[in-house]
Nanobody
């Protein structure tokens, strides 16, 4: 059974940090990504990483503050979030694509986790 399980969300003050984890089971994927969805808004792309090369890409809104990484041995992808802002408040979703993926559109990702909530207080 293929699963993506996120963890690490919580409540943090503005300027603080959190690290999200996404453990994949059942298979490995070519590309992993993080998306987020704030209340009343659409699901937005945050960042992605290539499983084989480690190359990354970030949305402008998080560039310089968030870092995506992967641990191949643990089949885990991380999202280190620093200098958090209230506007980062959202449910964060881990997503994965079987094929190498350069798109930032959610439709191109085949599998999704259940989400983990991040709340940043001002």
């Amino acid at each position: 059974q293929v699963q993506l399980v996120e963890s690490g969300g919580g409540l943090v003050q503005a300027g603080g940090s959190l690290r999200l984890s996404c453990v994949a089971s059942g298979r490995t994927f070519s590309t992993y990504a993080w998306f987020r969805q704030a209340p009343g808004k659409e699901r937005d792309f945050v960042t992605r990483v290539s499983w084989s090369t480690g190359s990354t890409y970030y949305a402008d809104s998080v560039k310089g503050r968030f870092t995506i990484s992967r641990d191949n041995a643990k089949n885990t992808v991380y999202l280190q979030m620093s200098a958090l802002k209230p506007e980062d408040t959202a449910v964060y979703y881990c997503a994965a694509s079987i094929t190498v993926q350069y798109s930032t559109a959610a439709d191109y990702y085949n599998f999704w986790g259940q989400g983990t909530r991040v709340t940043v207080s001002s």
